[in-house]
């Protein structure tokens, strides 16, 4: 019944209270891992939004230079273009290099007018690269569209961007195009354009094969986000990462490690606890019974001598004796039983004075053999009436010890030798000096103890299988008080015992010289 139960707690409290635990793992991890995506979520719209506010920036300023050109361009009066554009053009289109206005009604597409703020020599080579290579590339319509729009390339190596957009001269179809100053872009107006921007980002501009043409070269560890300028230079990308977003990833995995640890930690502390607390109530229910058997014990062992002296007592006073001899051995009875009383009350008190620890012992210089010859003389009367021969030999053995509580202890091996040995003849206590103290050996030729036994019995209350199925009396206290005895004079109780021919148990108590609690009084 009570193995079902511990069964029972066994199954039911370890593996639910891992489950409860391995499910709070998985919520907090799972938690954790949420409020993770929220963060990298938000680090990343943050960055996209830093990252297109400035392409927007740039996109915006070269527009506004396209239609501040295209205010000033008047295809009717082309010959006034250079008067009314060059005097506002290093202030309202800094990055525009030059205007040409291109005649799409004629067959090889005639040049109609080329203004430059400041000419140079690439002026001819710029016009047939746009001409030959560049016209073909663009969107042109016919009826022609107004509409501003760009043209971003890279021809043999070197980037071009122009704006342009188309207008009637009468009946005949023209071509605005504006080129603009790739270098001036990147070199001056870039760095004006972004230098003010905040310091909680790393930004650069790369070109379609990923060189970087503007700012510094990113190794970003968290999110970086890559957008091409919307309209203008749309063959480049502005790249951003957020500086504070740097090192989230490996605080986040850090942050993730540290909960599993935790989690761990609680889980093993949490089942460990668990594992001890079932563990101690199980103890607790087997001491408990352990205890009712003591109870019961003592009271059966109680009540059988004092049936004795009472019912010989009563046959004496009442005077129905037969003669002297009968008299003398009912007398002798009843001291044998007395005695018996004496020693089971001594025991129980010594076992309650041992289990409250404190002032147990009182040690002193003494002889180990003059101690065992009392215990022995105690119970030589008893051997006698069992027909067994108690002898005792060995040579004076001075130790420090406490003579009452190893007489007890001896007592308690002989006693359990003659109710275990039962029927056997010879029962041998010695005492042998060792190099450094004594030691007490108690031996008999009884059935000795199984091997499940072996190892339990020296618990307090604890009794034999055989012992319980054969009804001898006994409490379960006595090995433990040998044992408490002789660990406390510093040395071990040592059990020898065979339970097939030749059978028999021998107890060895070892006192050392000086036992290690034990101080020499002051002189
Ligand atoms: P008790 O004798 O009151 O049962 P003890 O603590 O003295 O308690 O002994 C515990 C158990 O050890 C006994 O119940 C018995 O089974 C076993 N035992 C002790 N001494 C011997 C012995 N000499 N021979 C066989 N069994 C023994």
Redesign the pocket.
């Known amino acids: 019944m009570r193995r079902l139960r511990d069964a029972w707690l066994y199954l039911t409290v370890v593996p639910a209270v891992s489950l409860a635990v391995l499910l709070l793992a998985g919520f907090a991890l799972r938690a954790n891992v949420q409020v993770e995506r929220s963060r990298q979520q938000s680090v990343f719209d943050a960055t996209w939004s830093v990252a297109s506010e400035r392409v927007d920036r740039l996109d915006k300023m070269i527009i506004a230079q396209d239609n501040a050109v295209a205010a000033s361009v008047d295809v009717t009066q082309l010959a006034a273009l250079a008067a009314r554009w060059l005097p506002t053009a290093s202030r309202e289109t800094p990055t525009v290099r030059a205007v040409m206005v291109v005649d799409l009604g004629h067959a090889s597409s005639e040049v109609r007018a080329y203004v430059a703020p400041t000419p140079g020599p690439d002026e001819e080579s710029f016009r047939r690269l746009v001409i030959q290579k560049l016209l073909p590339l663009m969107q042109l319509h016919s009826p022609p569209e107004e509409q501003l729009r760009h043209l971003h390339r890279t021809v043999s190596g070197r980037s071009y961007l122009l704006s342009y957009w188309q207008r009637m001269d009468g009946d005949r179809p023209l071509l605005v195009v504006v080129w603009h100053d790739i270098s001036r872009l990147v070199h001056e107006v870039m760095p004006q354009l972004y230098r003010e921007l905040d310091k909680n980002s790393r930004m650069n501009v790369i070109d379609a094969r990923g060189r970087v043409l503007f700012g510094p070269a990113i190794r970003a560890s968290g999110p970086l986000v890559s957008l091409p300028f919307p309209t203008t230079l749309y063959d480049w990308r502005l790249q951003v990462a957020l500086t504070s977003a740097e090192g989230l990833e490996e605080k986040a995995r850090r942050q993730r490690l540290v909960t599993l640890g935790m989690v761990g930690l609680a889980a093993v502390v949490v089942l460990a606890a668990t594992i001890a607390l079932v563990r101690a109530a199980r103890e607790e229910r087997r001491l408990a019974a352990l205890k009712g058997d003591f109870v019961a014990n003592v009271s059966h062992e109680l009540k059988t001598p004092l049936a004795s002296v009472r019912m010989f007592g009563e046959m004496l006073l009442t005077g129905r004796v037969a003669n002297d001899d009968k008299r003398r051995e009912y007398l002798k009875i009843i001291v044998g039983e007395s005695e018996r009383l004496t020693s089971l009350i001594d025991n129980v008190l010594d076992f309650a004075k041992v289990e409250r620890g404190k002032d147990a012992y009182d040690f002193g210089e003494g002889d180990l053999l003059e101690v065992a010859r009392r215990a022995v003389d105690n119970l030589r009367y008893r051997a006698e009436r069992q027909g067994v021969i108690l002898g005792l030999e060995g040579t004076h053995g001075p130790c420090v010890l406490d003579e009452r509580a190893i007489e007890l202890a001896a007592m308690?091996l002989i006693d359990?030798?003659l109710?275990?040995?039962r029927g056997t003849k010879v029962i041998r206590v010695a005492v042998e000096p060792l190099a450094d103290g004594a030691k007490l050996v108690v031996s008999?030729e009884?059935?000795?103890?199984d091997e499940d036994?072996r190892a339990r019995?020296f618990d307090r209350f604890?009794?034999?299988r055989?012992?319980q199925a054969q009804r001898t009396r006994?409490?379960?206290?006595?090995?433990?008080l040998v044992k408490h005895i002789a660990e406390s004079h510093g040395g071990p109780v040592r059990l020898t015992t065979r339970t097939t021919p030749p059978t028999g148990?021998t107890f060895e108590v070892r006192l050392p010289a000086r036992p290690p609690r034990w101080r020499p009084p002051r002189a």
């Open positions: 308690n359990n030798a109710k275990y040995a008999d009884g059935p000795g103890i036994d019995i604890v009794r034999g055989e012992a006994g409490s379960g206290i006595g090995l433990a148990s």
